[in-house]
T-cell receptor, first 113, second 113 residues
Framework: NAGVTQTPKFRVLKTGQSMTLLCAQD?????MYWYRQDPGMGLRLIHY???????AKGEVPDGYNVSRLKKQNFLLGLESAAPSQTSVYFC????????????FGNGTRLTVT | DQQVKQNSPSLSVQEGRISILNCDYT??????FLWYKKYPAEGPTFLIS?????DKNEDGRFTVFLNKSAKHLSLHIVPSQPGDSAVYFC????????????FGGGTRLMVKP
């Protein structure tokens, strides 16, 4: 049982380049989330999904897009990367029952130069 | 403005002693609180939680206390062990809001042998 798997683990981009971060979960969770972690600021929610085919904006959605075409996958896209998007990105998933804890992947460290 | 704050970025304690990590929140709509533990190069893992209808929840060496009137919660670890050395994040959520979490900035705990 792999849990939540994120690919890639590391990536360096130049300003203006695009990329997609992939998140896959094998726990049959309904809800999925993308967070970014920056020093001293904890984790901030970028986008989330409460089911296949649905997405919604979180606290810091600008510059990112997401898609949830399959229940087990949640993709985070950066269309035109900026240095301000240098961060560690975490994907998480949870059951739909209220107060179900989030299960996190091990993160993707992205550097934009 | 951060709705969840952890004012101590780091804490150092001796093995066997008590570790107390603190967290304050401003949003009175929060009704569920969690603590996550994070090791380097890994994602956060769920540790313990508490509902706003309680003021204490205990799980082995870990106890979380909630003071709603002060909008304050704390995590007690007794006795502290070197393996507890990690970054601890306080998080809060609003019921029926998709289990989305608002995180504090984290406290790095170092337990010295």
């Amino acid at each position: 049982n792999a849990g939540v798997t994120q690919t890639p683990k590391f990536r360096v981009l130049k300003t203006g380049q695009s990329m997609t971060l992939l998140c896959a979960q094998d726990m049959n969770h309904e809800y999925m989330y993308w967070y970014r972690q920056d020093p001293g600021m904890g984790l901030r929610l970028i986008h989330y999904s409460v089911g296949e085919g649905t997405t919604a904006k979180g606290e810091v959605p600008d510059g990112y897009n997401v898609s949830r075409l399959k229940k087990q996958n949640f993709l985070l896209g950066l269309e035109s990367a900026a240095p301000s998007q240098t961060s560690v990105y975490f994907c998480a998933s949870s059951y739909s029952q209220a107060n179900s804890p989030l299960h996190f992947g091990n993160g993707t460290r992205l550097t934009v130069t | 403005d951060q709705q969840v704050k952890q004012n101590s970025p780091s804490l150092s304690v001796q093995e066997g002693r008590i570790s107390i990590l603190n967290c304050d929140y401003t949003n009175s709509m929060f009704d569920y609180f969690l603590w996550y533990k994070k090791y380097p190069a890994e994602g956060p893992t769920f540790l313990i939680s508490i509902s706003s209808i309680k003021d204490k929840n205990e799980d082995g060496r870990f106890t979380v206390f909630l003071n709603k009137s002060a909008k304050h919660l704390s995590l007690h670890i007794v006795p502290s062990q070197p393996g507890d050395s990690a970054v601890y994040f306080c998080a809060a959520s609003v019921d029926n809001a998709g289990n989305m979490l608002t995180f504090g900035g984290g406290t790095r705990l170092m337990v010295k042998p």
